[in-house]
């Protein structure tokens, strides 16, 4: 648990000049409060049938192997498909390393959160999604602040978010992701308060 715990000493985004910094704890928490809505969507409009809780469980601890790898920026992590793979073996070696710290009792527990071979691909699928949705709301905001670094990054991933769509992920894309644009007082004011 004290490896868990240092995620928010994880700066995301390092190589990028940040208007906000975000750490991989808070990150983590956005993407199981996304994951979970689209699995809510999923089941309530679209007749899905998916445990939204355990999607929200997954999503908190999707990235806590970079507790011991770090966050490798994206453009490097997939800059062949030699480094994708080698990065994937080391991703697969601290998510076991993270697993055998736990107490013998616990390990079975935890062995599909901490195993992204071991989730349900369902799953697996909405964490990406929100993953990807979270990073992509992550460009608005910096670009919303001023910051044009998080220009190209914000193209690259609406090509991802075309590839990984779904009916649920373009219902969040409509209903929500407008209002994270807006500041404080225009988000109250369209919500009636």
Known sequence: MAHISRLKLINRWPLM??????NVSEHSLQ????????AVIKNRCFEGNINAEKVALYAMYHDVSEVLTGDMPTPIKYYNPQIAIEYKKIEQIAEQKMLSMLPAPLQQDFA???????????IYGIVKQADTLCAYLKCLEELAAGN?????AKTRLESTLVERSSPEMQYFM????????????????????
């Open 17 to 22: 000049r940040n208007v906000r910094t975000e």
């Open 31 to 38: 993407v199981a409060f996304v994951a979970h809505m689209l």
């Open 112 to 122: 599909w959160l901490l195993n992204v071979d071991a989730v349900d691909e369902t």
């Open 148 to 152: 044009s670094e998080f220009s190209l």
């Open 174 to 193: 409509d209903v929500f992701v407008p209002s994270f644009t807006l500041s404080l007082d225009e988000i109250t004011e369209d919500s009636g308060l």
